[in-house]
Each structure stands twice: as structure tokens, then as C-alpha cells.
């Protein structure tokens, strides 16, 4: 963990949008009042989403202090789920499973593949910002080995020419959203 100014936190309402706070809110409506750490985690994603896709110091000390549960519960949950990210990380995260079914059937090849279609090692992002690799514990999709998620949507029984796809796709998203934002400030 890095040194953080404790003395200096943010009120997670300035940090984030209503609606943001509101879904917050919401999940915190879903546990009896006195347990403040179960919607840790529902935090956690909200913030993330409203924060390029990544969590700071700071907007973890400011969830602790919304949730009124200490900095560390909140740091702990942050670094065992690997859906948190604590640093930059790109606008498609490819997060491939190398949990034992997965290694198995060939997660090996899959990130190897990965690597070299991207130019890039595990734990990295592309030049432009758009991928990052990273390995992951069993997803609940065994049957599916070797299986990857990319920014929620799984796909499984993966292939070389499958992951060729899924990039492909991700691709002429990427250049369709080009395309419309170009028509919008036309
Ligand atoms: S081992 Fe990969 S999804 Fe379970």
C-alpha cells in the first residue's frame, strides 16, 4: 500500500456522479443498517466504472469513509478480487483464467497468443491505451476451458482463431465508435 494523506479525504459525493451514488445507495439498502462491510464490494465496482477503470488511494478512502468501515477492509477486499484494478489499466481488459481447468486445456497458449498479437507481456496495456492482459483465478466457467473475459463477457472454448475474433470485433467496434463520434462533430 502507498503512503496516503489520511487527512486529506474526499467525500465520495465529490467525487462521483448522482447516479453513481445513488446505485451505492441502493446496494447499502440491500443489508440491515448495522453491517457496513457486505456492500464493500458493490462499492468498489461503481466506483470503478465512474473511474476509467481503476481504483485510487484516494476514492478507496473515500468509499471507506462513505461505508463507515476502515480504510484496510476496503484495501483488502481491492487487492483479493481480481476484477479491481489498482493501477491504469486499458479500455479492454482481457482477463484469461489459469486456474487448473484452463491450464489444462491450454490457457498457457491462449496468453502466449495474446502477447504476440498485442506486443505486449501479462500485466501490460497497449501503447494506445485499448488492451490490457492479465491472468485470473477460476472464472465458474470450467466447462468452457480454456476460457478469457473481456470487460465482462466471457468467451469460451478458446482457439487461436476464436481470440483472433474477439480482437478482430473489439477492432471494428473501436473503428465504428470512431466513425460516429467523426459524424457527431460534423
Ligand atoms: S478453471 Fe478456468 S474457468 Fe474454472
Redesign the pocket.
Known amino acids: 500500500m502507498t503512503d496516503f494523506n489520511y487527512d486529506q479525504t474526499l467525500h465520495l459525493k465529490q467525487l462521483l456522479p448522482k447516479d453513481a451514488i445513488d446505485e451505492i445507495d441502493h446496494w447499502m439498502t440491500k443489508y440491515p443498517p448495522e453491517r457496513h462491510r457486505p456492500p464493500i464490494i458493490a462499492a468498489l465496482k461503481v466506483v470503478q466504472e465512474h473511474h476509467k477503470n481503476y481504483l485510487t488511494e484516494e476514492l478507496m478512502q473515500a468509499v471507506a469513509e462513505y461505508l463507515d468501515v476502515p480504510h484496510v477492509a476496503v484495501y483488502e477486499v481491492a487487492t483479493f478480487y481480481t476484477m479491481f484494478h489498482l493501477n491504469p489499466v486499458g479500455k479492454y481488459v482481457i482477463s484469461v ?7 489444462l486445456r491450454g ?1 498457457n497458449q491462449v496468453i502466449e497468443h495474446l502477447q504476440s498479437r498485442l506486443n505486449i507481456k501479462l500485466g501490460e496495456t497497449t501503447d494506445d491505451g485499448l488492451y490490457t492482459i492479465k491472468t485470473v ?6 466447462g ?4 478469457l473475459e473481456v470487460n465482462k463477457q466471457y468467451h469460451e472454448n478458446l482457439t487461436e482463431e476464436k481470440i483472433d475474433q474477439i480482437l478482430s470485433d473489439i477492432a471494428a467496434m473501436e473503428l465504428s465508435n470512431t466513425h460516429s463520434e467523426t459524424e457527431v462533430e460534423e
Open positions: 483464467c489459469n486456474n487448473i481447468s484452463c491450464s490457457a483465478e477460476c472464472m465458474a466457467a470450467c468452457g476451458a480454456p476460457m
